[in-house]
């Protein structure tokens, strides 16, 4: 009798007992060589997801189709691990990225959950995969990873302050532009004047960290930065020049930013 009971009558823990196994949802082939890797490797993880709500997730049609987009772009990266190096992702890393494919649209923040997952997907590259990478994506804007992206190109990030100077008191000073890097210059981003809220939060992460007064003895780094804001520069002189409480010319301070151990770490585990 209870076999042919409606499943609107079943209770939720039922349904989730006899829901399908997450990888038939949404290939119909699951056994195929390309898939085999993703099989191997999150084996567990989608033992702990089909006792979750993961399954149900699936079932909605937009959903499946973006889980299955970026579990395609995750197989094509297992297919450059070799298979004696494939492992068990740990599910305190799988199941929360797991978790967060079924819902995030964007690619490039869905890149970085993917790339983890790789990363924890290999004995060559599963020290590399930290559960703390998770939470740091979570807090990241689609141009903060373009950002990361970036940042993991080079290894340290010059920046320039500008400045006007009292006439009348040695340490009295008013801030006319902060930590300058020409970021919103190099990097394509959604919302360029965010730029400082980018590079605060970034700060706040532990990716990088300003050096204060400490600045690069090279100095084309920085006459860089001042050919990319001459205008921005320019118009500073020129309203200082009609006051008459500061200088009549800016001062331009020099500092960078160091890319931390936990930055270095993260844009390993999670740069393209």
């Known amino acids: 009798m209870?076999?042919?009971?409606?499943?609107?009558?079943?209770?939720?823990?039922q349904l989730l007992?006899?829901?399908?196994?997450?990888?038939?949802?949404?290939?119909?082939d699951s056994a195929q060589?390309?898939?085999?890797?993703?099989?191997q490797a999150l084996a567990t993880v989608f033992e702990f997801s089909n006792t979750i709500l993961l399954p149900l997730k699936l079932i909605n049609d937009k959903a499946r189709l973006n889980f299955q987009?970026?579990?395609d772009n995750y197989q094509k990266k297992l297919d450059s691990v070799e298979s004696e190096k494939i492992i068990d992702v740990p599910p305190i890393i799988g199941t929360p990225i797991i978790d967060r494919l079924t819902y995030i649209?964007?690619?490039?923040?869905?890149?970085?959950?993917?790339?983890?997952?790789t990363k924890a997907s290999s004995s060559d590259t599963i020290n590399e995969a930290h559960p703390a990478f998770i939470h740091i994506i979570d807090r990241m804007s689609i141009d903060e990873a373009r950002l990361?992206?970036?940042?993991?190109?080079?290894?340290?990030?010059?920046?320039?302050?500008?400045i006007l100077n009292s006439k009348e008191k040695v340490n009295e000073y008013e801030?006319?532009?902060?930590?300058?890097?020409g970021l919103e210059f190099d990097v394509e981003l959604l919302c360029p004047k965010n730029i400082d809220t980018y590079l605060d939060n970034l700060s706040s992460l532990k990716i990088i960290e300003s050096q204060g007064s400490i600045f690069k003895t090279n100095e084309s780094f920085y006459k860089n930065l001042e050919g990319k804001y001459s205008k921005v520069i320019g118009d500073y002189n020129h309203a200082a020049?009609?006051?008459?409480?500061?200088?009549?010319?800016?001062?331009?301070?020099?500092?960078?930013?160091?890319?931390?151990e936990l930055g270095r770490s993260f844009i390993r585990a999670c740069k393209k």
């Open 2 to 13: 209870e076999d042919n009971l409606p499943t609107d009558n079943l209770p939720t823990y």
């Open 69 to 71: 987009k970026h579990m």
């Open 33 to 39: 060589p390309a898939m085999r890797k993703v099989g």
């Open 175 to 181: 801030k006319l532009a902060w930590n300058l890097t």
């Open 241 to 260: 020049s009609l006051s008459t409480d500061y200088n009549d010319t800016c001062e331009i301070q020099k500092g960078f930013y160091e890319i931390t």
């Open 148 to 162: 990361i992206d970036h940042l993991s190109n080079i290894t340290f990030l010059p920046f320039i302050n500008v």
């Open 17 to 28: 007992k006899d829901s399908p196994k997450v990888l038939p949802m949404i290939y119909t």
């Open 105 to 117: 649209t964007d690619d490039e923040i869905a890149g970085l959950f993917i790339n983890l997952l």
